[in-house]
């Protein structure tokens, strides 16, 4: 039985490092790409199938060679999940020319570029593209103008890709989280001047089911949607936010 290739963006930590090691550990061959070369290496390190790919994923360029070096390394790919992102607190008002345009190129162009790289190679596998969005990407946030704007574009691109690919067996998803016990939650918590733990018992405070989300969860979950239990679901965005969102 050929083995199925991943490749997990923003795999360094949180979410994304979740997703790798699921995925490798459900036999997935895995390129984690991450920008944090030690971080990223702890990754790869911690299981066989995985394999590291440092770089910054923002132009066309570096992600047209991420895919290539996936195809040289392996000669296919199955899955994309694009779950690289970032954070920054703040108002339409208050942010900067650079926090926005950074938080695009992460958050949405990279997206963007990526899947544009990677569907001519889908199309042969029938694979599949995971976004990771954000319950704010389908609801406003405060304090969030960028994020969230970045986070809408990845949801209604996800559906547009999934329109025009589905009769060719891409199937493309997003994935939209609440809070999760990652570095992010911590990052944010950091911008706000709220300590660590403080943070944590304010995220579950706020939570519907009186906890936030596990990053195994939602890691879970995309394995799910990259199975063939889910050859029907396509232009999704899926929640996982404890009826924050309901």
């Not at 039985?1 to 490749?7: D, G, H």
């Not at 390190?45 to 992600?63: F, K, Q, Y």
Request: charged fraction near 20%; aromatic fraction near 4%; proline fraction near 2%.
């Amino acid at each position: 039985m050929t083995e199925k290739v991943a490749i997990v963006t923003g795999a360094s930590s949180g979410i994304g490092a979740a997703i790798a090691s699921t995925f490798a550990a459900a036999g997935f061959k895995v390129i984690a790409a991450g920008r944090d070369k030690d971080r990223t290496k702890l990754v790869s390190d911690s299981h066989l199938n995985i394999s590291e790919w440092i770089g910054d994923i923002t132009t066309s360029a570096a992600c047209n060679a991420l895919v290539a070096n996936t195809l040289d390394l392996y000669d296919r790919l199955d899955v994309l999940v694009n779950c690289a992102g970032i954070w920054f607190s703040a108002s339409a008002e208050e942010t900067t020319d650079e926090k926005w345009r950074k938080t695009i190129a992460i958050n949405l162009d990279a997206v963007f570029y990526l899947s544009r790289a990677a569907i001519p190679h889908l199309r042969k596998t029938r694979g599949v593209i995971l976004n990771i969005s954000s319950e704010w990407g389908l609801v406003g946030g405060e304090e969030a103008a960028a994020y969230c704007a970045s986070k809408g574009g990845v949801v209604l691109l996800t559906k547009a890709m999934a329109k025009d690919h589905a009769r060719e067996g891409i199937r493309i998803n997003s994935i939209c989280p609440a809070d999760v016990d990652t570095p992010m939650l911590i990052d944010d918590a950091k911008q706000r001047g709220v300590d660590e733990s403080t943070a944590l018992e304010q995220a579950n405070s706020l939570s519907p089911t009186g906890r936030v989300t596990a990053a195994s969860e939602v890691a879970e979950l995309a394995l799910y949607l990259s199975s063939n239990s889910a050859a029907q679901i396509t232009g999704a965005a899926i929640p996982i936010d404890g009826s924050n969102t309901a």
